[in-house]
């Protein structure tokens, strides 16, 4: 565990690193629906919101550390040179700042998980799922609801006492509601909806009909929410050592603030994961179209090696180049003189059809064991000129 004499350098690179990227990440996402589906959803909009809480608990951590948290002070410490009022404005500050980042980190917690699952209600054709999804919204809802009350109130004899530097001391938080109770009992639902959320599809995912690659790429995008529930657990760890911290509970409480940055930030990242599949798509379509085909070491004088690193492209014929191909000429092909006249290709194909028929005359002849000579006079035909006389 990193304990330092101060943890305000270290929760402020964090938050705001974090929240910058998770902030890029949901930018490239609505820049992903917007080219494909062209507008965003219901559960793109609860995602912004949830975004612009990350940031107010940014400038919440801001205000925790500025009034005294995550600094470590020896024992027995006292300010020296301020005065009582400046002393009690300093923790009414501080009051309020915990205040608002008890409800922004309930809230923001909430809109993520309700994001989530309206995005599963998208794509759930299933009636079981669809009804597991529908109570899991519903429970998560209420529990934020609650959780946000509980919080608000805290101390129900009196109210005021929440935003009021009396929230430190023992005579009066002891009224309160215990918050070490308070604070696991929601810590604990977080992790195990976390987990619920998570393997809440799997079955569906696992029933897709689509390739096999594409359908484990598709499970290992959603099998990414895993971080979130490792997150939350590291929170507890915080919480234990918050609760366990005594006189040194408000150095330790900002572990809390640190690991809760991480959980909200990676969740926010993994819900968004799904929507990043058409940049992570061109992305690998253009790393699978590149291609080197002169990389190489010059050492020395004289001309390089040439290594290829992939095999040359093949070459196709275009469409184009097959009106400049001939077919192969036939084996047997009979030369005959060009025909102007239809007269000309008629008398043509009547001279063909008579050497279709001497050739079956003579093909009958041999089989009859006929002369040729009598084959000569079957094929003298009388003029018409010489039938005439003989009426």
Known sequence: MFAPVDLGPTIRITAFTLTAFSTLVVAVRFYCRLSVVGKLKSYDYIMMASVLCTWGLCVENHYQLLTGSGVRFPPGWKPTGVTTPEINRVLRIAAISWFAYRM????????IKISILVFYLSFATSRTFRRLVLLSLAIVSVFTVVTAFLNGFECPYNPSVTLDQRIFFPKYSSRCLKRPVLYFSQA??????????????????FRLRMPT?????????FSAGLLVPIASGFRIWALYVWATGGQDGRYKGAYMMFWGQVEINTAIVCASAPSLQPIFKRLFRILASYRTHSAFYDYGEGSPPRTELAPPPRRRVQSTFMSTLELPSPTYQVNSPPMSTAAERRVVIVQKTDIGEETRREVRHFASNSTLGDLNEAKVVAKPREILPYG
């Open 104 to 111: 922004t980190y309930v809230i923001t917690l909430g809109l």
């Open 188 to 205: 604990a639902f977080n992790m195990f909806s976390d987990a619920a959320i998570l393997i809440l599809p799997m079955p569906s995912l």
């Open 213 to 221: 690659p594409k359908r484990a790429s598709l499970i290992a995008v």
